[in-house]
């Protein structure tokens, strides 16, 4: 079934730190994938889509690239500030009976001042 | 800021009593998902709707959550007798069409004592 792994439970940066996270995919159709972002006390909040027309995204200094090839999809950002702690989750659209959300078990980020 | 409303954004119960949280989707978007997320961040889908139809509820969902979706209201989610494994963050999200993206409240947070 389709399936989404991120195995970074934490990470932990100082600022002004190059960002990666890894996140793999298996799924039998095309992919849509998404980074979502949540804060403390907030619900998940969309950062990046990446679809097979635009195996690109780029968001708030943010960028993910979708690999067909590896069934990768990671989050990268060159330099990360203190207000980038979050949790980052990786998504996919699967249908199963119907379309809904896969995710991922997330990333701790946490950027040391 | 999340366009989906959610409240309350704090809900506590005694077990077997009811816990009902209502959602107000994005204007113009007819699917409405919930999702628990427990403590580990892990997302368990619980339910999803096209307007006030039931796309798909997961078995959980049918025996002791109820859900609805009625035109002109909050969609809600009730949980009939809480159960202690119930506490978590229940997300309602809802999304243009069944196949896009979801656009997530802050939740509800729901502790069962």
């Known amino acids: 079934g389709d399936s989404v792994t991120q195995k970074q439970g934490q990470v932990t940066l100082s600022e002004d730190d190059f960002l990666f996270i890894n996140c793999t995919y298996s799924?039998?159709?095309?992919?849509?994938l998404f980074w979502y972002v949540q804060y403390p006390g907030q619900g998940p909040q969309l950062l990046l889509k990446?679809?097979?027309?635009?195996n690109k995204g780029i968001s708030r200094g943010f960028e993910a690239t979708y690999d067909k090839g590896t069934t990768s999809f990671h989050l990268q950002k060159a330099s990360v500030q203190e207000s980038d702690s979050a949790v980052y989750f990786c998504a996919l659209l699967a249908s199963s009976g119907s379309w809904q959300l896969i995710f991922g078990s997330g990333t701790q980020l946490t950027v040391m001042p | 800021n999340s366009k989906v409303i959610q409240t309350p954004r704090y809900l506590v119960k005694g077990q077997g009593q009811k816990a009902k949280m209502r959602c107000i989707p994005e204007?113009?978007?007819?699917?409405v998902f919930w999702y628990q997320q427990n403590k580990n961040n892990e997302f368990k889908f619980l339910i999803n709707?096209?307007?006030?139809?039931?796309?798909?509820q997961i078995d959980m969902t049918e025996k002791r959550f109820s859900a609805e979706c009625p035109s002109n209201s909050p969609c809600s989610l009730e949980i009939q007798s809480s159960e202690a494994g119930d506490s978590a963050l229940y997300l309602c999200?809802?999304?243009?069409?069944?196949?896009?993206?979801?656009?997530f409240g802050a939740g509800t947070r729901l502790s069962v004592l």
């Open positions: 204007k113009g978007h007819p699917v």
């Open positions: 709707f096209q307007n006030q139809e039931v796309l798909q």
């Open positions: 990446v679809t097979t027309a635009n």
């Open positions: 799924t039998t159709t095309y992919p849509t």
């Open positions: 999200a809802s999304s243009p069409d069944s196949q896009n993206t979801l656009y």
